[in-house]
């Protein structure tokens, strides 16, 4: 079995599980998925912490997480994205179409981060383009 974070094209997280990675392309293949708070079959993976196996003798929590392992997340991700903005090239909008053009060998090879939709970023992943989504932080709307 597999759990994969996922988001609809409404912007609705939510979680789901499979029996294998093969099995969750199928469904969303054949739009089978379904948002559960709005029932939109626009769906696709969101931004995953990889699954680490905790010691046995870790102090047990009512909370998935709690403030501090929420907020270290946090910072983590604020970190990340701040070294991505100093070693890439920020190309706004154009991110699928730049991304395709490095892709493809018609444009220089570099690391570059952007804007897309949702259909675009599954576009990209269909055509075996690597790319990561980055989540939406709240300050960066400040």
Request: glycine residues 4%; proline residues 5%; hydrophobic residues 30%.
């Given at each position: 079995?597999?759990?994969?974070?996922l988001?609809?094209?409404?912007?609705h997280?939510?979680?789901?599980?499979?029996?294998?990675?093969?099995?969750?392309?199928?469904?969303?293949?054949?739009?089978?998925i379904?948002?559960?708070?709005?029932?939109?079959?626009?769906?696709?993976?969101?931004?995953?912490?990889?699954?680490?196996?905790?010691k046995?003798n870790?102090?047990?929590?009512?909370?998935?997480?709690?403030?501090?392992?929420?907020?270290?997340?946090?910072d983590?991700?604020?970190?990340?994205?701040k070294?991505?903005?100093?070693?890439?090239?920020?190309?706004?909008?154009?991110?699928?179409?730049?991304?395709?053009?490095?892709?493809y060998?018609?444009?220089?090879?570099?690391?570059?981060?952007?804007?897309?939709?949702?259909?675009?970023?599954?576009?990209?992943?269909?055509?075996?383009?690597?790319?990561?989504?980055?989540?939406?932080?709240?300050?960066?709307?400040?």
């Amino acid at each position: 079995m597999i759990r994969y974070n996922l988001i609809c094209g409404n912007e609705h997280d939510f979680d789901s599980w499979f029996k294998d990675s093969k099995s969750y392309n199928i469904q969303e293949k054949s739009n089978s998925i379904l948002c559960p708070i709005c029932n939109s079959n626009n769906i696709s993976k969101a931004l995953m912490s990889p699954g680490i196996p905790k010691k046995t003798n870790a102090l047990k929590t009512d909370k998935l997480l709690d403030d501090n392992n929420s907020r270290v997340m946090r910072d983590a991700l604020r970190k990340i994205k701040k070294e991505i903005k100093k070693n890439a090239d920020y190309v706004g909008t154009d991110f699928p179409n730049e991304a395709r053009k490095i892709f493809y060998k018609e444009s220089k090879d570099r690391s570059i981060y952007g804007e897309a939709t949702q259909d675009d970023v599954k576009g990209l992943i269909e055509e075996g383009i690597d790319i990561v989504p980055l989540p939406e932080m709240p300050d960066d709307k400040n």
